[in-house]
């Protein structure tokens, strides 16, 4: 019966662990496309990618540190969300060419 709990408990912990990695991919995908976004407007690009990049990073290494205390096993479910978090950000994105929604760019027509 104990063993049985455990299990239980080790596969909710794999579960949870999965779910976090996938909304921290969430988060870092997303919040990636988000500042291509705006970054290219920007007035200073520069900024916006410097300090997008050390937020996400920031909060993607805590999220991972937090995994961490369920084991490597843990550690390896929320890669696997993250990374299908990334997939469904690439999927879900609008296509865009590098010089559209940009406000320098040529007329295409």
């Known amino acids: 019966m104990r ?10 912990v794999l579960v949870g662990a999965t779910l976090v990695g996938a909304a921290l991919g969430l988060f870092f995908f997303g919040g990636l496309w988000w500042t291509t976004r705006r970054g290219l407007v920007a007035a200073q690009p520069g900024l916006w990618f410097l300090v997008s990049g050390l937020v996400r990073t920031a909060v993607v290494l805590l999220g991972f540190y937090g995994i961490s205390r369920g084991g490597l096993l843990a550690i ?14 690439i999927r ?10 940009r406000a320098d760019a040529p007329d295409p027509r």
């Open 76 to 89: 390896l479910a929320g890669a696997v969300g993250f990374l299908a978090a990334r997939t469904w950000v």
């Open 92 to 101: 879900r994105s609008p296509r865009w060419g590098p010089a559209e929604g």
């Open 3 to 12: 063993s049985a709990i455990a299990a239980a408990g080790g596969w909710a």
